[in-house]
């Protein structure tokens, strides 16, 4: 059962435009949640995470932004390079709750910047 | 170039095998995970090691097992290899065990069983 899930498997956008990618999740106990990002023969690298008492967490052109009721997180990036293109990975955690960090991944969005 | 380091890179080897994968934190991480990747599948979690002591445990299948060395690196002993084994297996670390910390992964070991 895939308890993080990120529904759209690709996505393109212009350069100097906005990314939006989504994740959903369905487990009430996450509390901590991250976005990494991926190359081809690379492992995830870490880009930003937010704890669930925030709802917002920037940093430089990365913003995450958390709905708990929703259960849905999404980071945006602005303005998107070409270098962003990159398969992008969503992680949540019970960190606070359980004390276990361990994390659950979704799928991942694949991310194509067009110069 | 996140510290973590794995090796080997690539591994090819023949059902009914054993293998170990190799783990290396970053300098001052005391927490090490295993993660496999299999085709079309997200990372799952298989295990975690705190300070050489294990921590957490996932879907790890029972032919499979780990260990934290007092050095803090860590090896992955996956034994009667089954084609469905083949996978990205990545390594990754953290400072602490528990907590709101990110985890950094080294760059994963390739196995292919025939």
């Known amino acids: 059962d895939q308890q993080v899930k990120q529904n759209s498997p690709s996505l393109s956008v212009q350069e100097g435009r906005i990314s939006i990618l989504n994740c959903d999740y369905t487990?009430?106990?996450?509390?901590?949640f991250l976005w990494y990002k991926k190359y081809p023969a690379e492992g995830p690298t870490f880009l930003i995470s937010?704890?669930?008492?925030?709802d917002k967490n920037e940093d430089g052109r990365f913003t995450v932004f958390l709905n708990k009721s929703a259960k849905h997180l999404s980071l945006h990036i602005v303005p998107s390079q070409p270098g962003d293109s990159a398969v992008y990975f969503c992680a949540a955690s019970e960190a606070e709750q359980t004390g276990a960090n361990n994390l659950f991944f979704g799928t991942g969005t694949r991310l194509t910047v067009i110069p | 170039d996140s510290g973590v380091t794995q090796t080997p890179k690539h591994l090819i080897t023949a059902t009914g095998q054993r293998v170990t994968l190799r783990c290396s934190p970053r300098s001052g991480d005391l927490s090490v995970y295993w993660y496999q990747q299999s085709l079309d599948q997200g990372l799952q979690f298989l295990i975690q090691y705190y300070n050489g002591e294990e921590r957490a445990k996932g879907n790890i299948l029972e032919r499979f097992s780990a260990q934290q060395f007092p050095d803090l690196h860590s090896e992955l002993n996956l034994s009667s290899l089954e084609l469905g084994d083949s996978a990205l297996y990545f390594c990754?670390?953290?400072?602490?065990?528990?907590?709101?910390?990110?985890?950094?992964f080294g760059d994963g070991t390739r196995l292919s069983i025939l």
């Open positions: 937010i704890s669930s008492i925030k």
């Open positions: 487990n009430s106990m996450f509390d901590y």
């Open positions: 990754a670390s953290s400072q602490g065990g528990f907590g709101n910390q990110p985890q950094h």
